[in-house]
C-alpha cells in the first residue's frame, strides 16, 4: 500500500504548510510545497508524484497555468488549480489545459478531498478501467498499473505489480498484498474484466493470481508468499504458458 504522493505548487508558503497539513491529515504524503513553475516541472519529473495542486498565481516568469502547459508536454500528471477570483480570460486559459477540477479560495478540507477522490475517478475512467463499488460508500478505481481503494476513510494506491492474488467472497473481493489483505466491495468477475491477462490468471473460481509472484506449481495448486491457493482442473497447462510468456 502507497499513499498517494501530492505536489503542491504556491507560492505563499504559509498557504503552502495549511494545504500540507490538511492533505497530510487526509492520509495522502505531500512530495513537495514549492513557489515556482520551474521548480514544479523538474520535481515532477524526479518525484513522479500522482497529481499536483497548482495555484494559477505563482512567482517566477511562468504562471500556474503556463506551468501545468508544460508539464502536460513531458508527463501524463492530473492537474488540480487552486485559484482565488480569476477573471474570464484567466479561466478560460485554466480551462484549456484540460484540469481535472479546480479548487477556489477560501476551501475546507472536504473540498479537496472530493477534489481528489473525483480526480481519481477521472484518472481511471480517461484510461477505460474504471471500477465503482458505491456499497457502504466504498470506491475502486482500476488503472494501468495501479488500483485505488477507499481504507480507513481515505483513497490509498496499490500498484498491481505489488497484488500477490485476490479471493472471491461472494458480492466481495480480498486482494492480497505482502502487508495487508483489503477487502472490497466488487465481485472478483468485475476486477478481472480490467485486470491486464498477461500478469494475471483465474486459476479457480475463487482465485485470480499474479502470475510473477508464483513460488511453485504443484499439481493442484499453486503457492504463492507461502500461502496455498487450489487450481482448478485442467489450469495447470494454461497457468505455466502464461508463466512463459512473462
Known amino acids: 500500500m502507497d499513499s498517494i504522493k501530492i505536489l503542491i505548487v504556491e507560492d505563499e508558503m504559509i498557504i503552502g504548510a495549511r494545504i500540507s497539513m490538511q492533505l497530510s491529515n487526509l492520509g495522502y504524503e505531500v512530495t513537495g510545497i514549492l513557489p515556482r513553475g520551474e521548480?514544479?516541472?523538474?520535481?515532477?519529473?524526479?518525484?513522479?508524484?500522482?497529481?499536483?495542486?497548482?495555484?494559477?498565481?505563482?512567482?517566477g516568469?511562468?504562471?500556474?497555468?503556463?506551468?501545468?502547459?508544460?508539464?502536460?508536454?513531458?508527463?501524463?500528471?492530473?492537474?488540480?488549480y487552486l485559484t482565488a477570483n480569476a477573471d474570464e480570460p484567466?479561466?478560460?486559459?485554466?480551462?484549456?489545459t484540460r484540469p481535472f477540477a479546480f479548487i477556489a479560495k477560501p476551501y475546507k478540507q472536504l473540498d479537496l478531498?472530493?477534489?481528489?477522490?473525483?480526480?481519481?475517478s477521472r484518472m481511471a475512467e480517461d484510461v477505460n478501467g474504471l471500477i465503482v463499488a458505491d456499497k457502504d460508500e466504498d470506491s475502486t478505481f482500476v488503472l494501468n498499473d495501479r488500483i485505488f481503494v477507499r481504507?480507513?476513510?481515505?483513497?490509498?494506491?496499490?500498484?498491481?505489480?505489488?497484488?500477490?492474488y485476490l479471493q472471491a467472497d461472494r458480492n466481495y473481493s480480498h486482494l492480497f498484498t505482502k502487508e495487508k489483505d483489503y477487502v472490497l466491495a466488487v465481485t472478483l468477475k468485475?476486477?478481472?474484466?480490467?485486470?491486464?491477462?498477461?500478469l494475471f490468471l483465474r486459476i479457480h473460481r475463487s482465485y485470480i493470481v499474479n502470475l510473477t509472484h508464483?513460488?511453485?506449481?504443484?499439481e493442484g495448486s499453486v503457492k504463492i508468499a507461502e500461502q496455498t491457493i487450489p487450481m482448478g482442473a485442467g489450469m495447470r497447462e494454461v497457468l505455466l504458458k502464461g508463466m512463459r510468456t512473462l
Open 113 to 120: 478531498q472530493r477534489a481528489i477522490e473525483l480526480t481519481i
Open 190 to 198: 468485475a476486477i478481472e474484466e480490467k485486470l491486464p491477462a498477461k
Open 151 to 164: 481504507h480507513k476513510e481515505k483513497m490509498v494506491k496499490i500498484m498491481l505489480a505489488d497484488l500477490l
Open 39 to 59: 521548480d514544479a516541472i523538474v520535481h515532477v519529473q524526479e518525484s513522479k508524484p500522482d497529481l499536483v495542486l497548482m495555484d494559477i498565481n505563482l512567482k
Open 90 to 96: 484567466t479561466f478560460n486559459r485554466a480551462k484549456a
Open 214 to 218: 508464483i513460488e511453485e506449481v504443484l
Open 61 to 80: 516568469s511562468m504562471d500556474g497555468i503556463e506551468t501545468a502547459t508544460q508539464l502536460q508536454q513531458l508527463v501524463n500528471v492530473p492537474i488540480i
